[in-house]
């Protein structure tokens, strides 16, 4: 592999709090290898309509802590085309960018892989997504992050639950993955979680809530990924209340305020190794792989294994829930 010059940056798909603070260690990095960066606008779309401009180490003063992503973000349905792609490589080619890092999740390693294919450009990908769902990490650039603001949202539902003896259904992000409704639950103390990972037995559940409320437990906090087997903490909740009449539900829905906010320390640390090693990794002749963290531990993953393996939920968090809600 020839020698990198020019570095292109991009983030793609969900936003997650950490964003930025990669995009400042590749900039910083790269300079410090005399490598250009150049910044790409809007993920893949961007990369099609040559929205790309060159970064300098003051581009990325004073955005360690910033949520969001100073280069935007976007999903292309004309990237995953013959004739999108082709347009995204002549841009590339325009700005002389002979490697490429991605900031993503599953989606972006997908459109890495396809890329490459076809134009055998070098690339590494990192993963920035607040679901935490993809192989070859323990955890995502913004997971935490979204963890946090999950739990001080509960935290204080759960004042409010107490005050009225009610039941809250607490709806979060996970549409395909359970790893925040799993870790804030677990970290609130709710009495259940509901994942898409795992099937609930419905019935028992609701005669543990009718058994908690004989004996005066009247507040019940429930945590609900978005993708769980009923349709989400609404659906769920009209379900609760057509078997218990006489329970009082309330749902609350987090949405978006999961991906905002300023990012934790955890992630603006783990968020600057992974760009550190990303570029360090262009410049040794490393290319489609997906930089991670594995027990402190900076590792590789090929993309197409990281978009074939479904990441697995830690067992004994799935057996503490039972045991910890009593």
Known sequence: MKPIKNIGIMTSGGDSPGMNAAIRAIVRTALSLEIKSFGIMRGYQGM?????????????????????????????????????????YHQLKKNDIDALVLIG??????????????????????????????????????????????????????????????LFLVEVMGRDAGYIALHSGLACGAEYIFIPEQKEMLDEILDSIQDDRKRKKLTNIIVVAEGDEFGGAAELSKLIESRIPTIETRVSILGHIQRGGAPTCHDRILASR?????????????????????????????????????????????????????
Not at 61 to 77: D, E, Q, Y
Not at 118 to 133: C, E, H, Q, R, S
Not at 287 to 308: R, W
């Open 48 to 88: 099609i309509e040559g929205d790309v401009h060159e970064m300098k180490t003051t581009d990325v003063s004073n955005i360690i802590h910033r949520g969001g992503t100073i280069l935007k973000t976007a999903r292309s349905k004309e990237f995953m085309t013959d004739e999108g792609m082709e347009k995204a």
């Open 274 to 326: 992974l760009g550190y090693a990303a570029v360090h990794a262009l410049v040794n002749a490393r290319s489609q792989e997906m930089v991670g963290i594995v027990n402190q531990e900076i590792c590789f993953t090929p993309f197409a294994q990281c978009i074939k393996l479904q990441k697995p939920l830690p067992n004994d968090m799935l057996d503490m829930i039972k045991v910890l809600a009593k």
């Open 105 to 166: 999740g599953d989606g972006t390693m997908r459109g890495a892989v396809a890329f490459f294919e076809k134009y055998n450009i070098p690339a590494m990908g990192l993963p920035g997504t607040i679901d935490n769902d993809l192989t070859g990490t323990d955890y995502t650039i913004g997971f935490d992050s979204a963890v946090n603001t999950a739990i001080s949202a509960i935290d204080k539902i759960r004042d409010t639950a107490e005050a009225h003896d009610r």
